[in-house]
């Protein structure tokens, strides 16, 4: 479970931070939003934009209290609750997950009228109790949302720390506009959709995004996905980079039997077939050279679908950030008739000094 990746904090990676020192690992974020709604139609499902807070930290015994105190400016207190945490409780107010007697509890809360400065985090039982105080640090995340033709877009964008549950999110404006402001982390992935999924449109994604600072992100909507992408540098050589990712179109779907390895796989092909040709890389903003892809396979027990895997010139500066943009378009014609199979996706990673992968 990965939770800090800021480039200052090498001690402090993977979570937990020092299994010596259980308050250490103790983290708290507020993401702070407006509340609002999103209809998919085409699945019959509503997605809900709220704020919400997630507190980490040890789990002390089979049943144990948290309480978490959210100050904002001049010490004034914007939220107090506390929350029993139980292996196995079913609460409808929020939710407990535990991995490897560390727990996760997030919470819908109401939003503030400004960003916390400070979140007191104290955990009891009956025989133990711990207390931390975490200083809050937010950055903003912002940019357009458009579709393929350059038309901007009234879509929302959902925010997604930790697998793929919404913990905040926002809507763009009539212009594409969109802004929000998060709490300094490294999330999953980000998700934009403009409402008509599975309709005329699917996803655009951001993976792996480490918001440490402010940063302006240009999404593209179209009638495919970026799915599960993936970078990092060749270490052994070439001065190149490795990026992996499944590529899915709206308007295609196949299954066969397809044998991997003396094995055979039901696949599920809904992936375009693409060539150096479809495809446009950047690295924090600059496109650079593709320099081969590869098809292959995701495949599971008994199921498999088609990915690619690139490789890419690694453009200078070697050092810190990389964004890496993956933006694929290719022109199918059937029956004199032209459709656009296109999508476009995020991955952010550090190089280390020497120019070589370093998840900080």
């Not at 407990?96 to 104290?122: A, C, G, H, R, S």
Request: with cysteine; hydrophobic share 35%.
């Amino acid at each position: 479970m990965i939770l800090c990746f800021n480039f200052y904090c090498n001690s402090q990676v993977y979570f937990p931070f020092k299994t010596e020192d259980k308050q250490s690992s103790i983290l708290a974020y507020w993401y702070n939003c407006k509340a609002d709604t999103a209809i998919e139609a085409a699945i019959q499902d509503t997605v809900y934009l709220h704020s919400s807070l997630q507190i980490y930290g040890p789990v002390l015994s089979d049943s144990f209290y948290v309480k978490a105190e959210v100050y904002l400016t001049n010490d004034n207190e914007g939220y107090s609750k506390s929350f029993l945490v139980k292996k196995d409780l079913q609460n409808i107010d929020y939710t407990i997950d535990m991995l490897e007697n560390y727990f996760l509890l997030t919470v819908p809360v109401y939003q503030l009228k400004n960003n916390p400065e400070k979140i007191k985090i104290t955990i009891s039982s009956s025989g133990e109790n711990l207390e931390k105080w975490i200083n809050c640090k937010y950055h903003k995340l912002y940019g357009y949302i458009y579709d393929f033709k350059g038309n901007p877009l009234k879509s929302y964008i959902l925010i997604k720390s930790e697998g793929f549950n919404d913990i905040s999110g926002v809507w763009s404006d009539a212009s594409g506009y969109y802004e929000i402001y998060l709490p300094e982390r490294t999330y999953n992935c980000f998700y934009v959709n403009d409402g008509n999924y599975k309709l005329s449109t699917l996803e655009a994604w951001a993976w792996h995004m480490i918001i440490d600072e402010d940063q302006k992100l240009d999404f593209r909507i179209g009638t495919g996905e970026v799915y599960n992408l993936n970078a990092w540098s060749n270490n052994g050589g070439f001065g190149s980079f490795f990026i992996s990712f499944r590529p899915m179109v709206l308007f295609k779907d196949t299954s066969y039997i397809q044998e991997i390895n003396n094995k055979e796989f039901k696949l599920l092909d809904i992936s375009p077939d693409l060539d150096v040709k479809d495809i446009t890389v950047t690295i924090n903003g600059k496109q650079t050279e593709i320099y081969t892809i590869q098809k292959y396979f995701e495949s599971g027990k008994d199921r498999a679908m088609p990915a690619y895997l690139i490789q890419v010139r690694r453009l200078p500066p070697c050092l810190g950030k990389q964004t890496i943009q993956v933006e694929y378009e290719k022109i199918i014609e059937k029956d004199g008739k032209k459709s656009f199979q296109n999508s476009m996706g995020y991955f952010q990673f550090y190089l280390n000094f020497y120019g070589f992968s370093d998840f900080n």
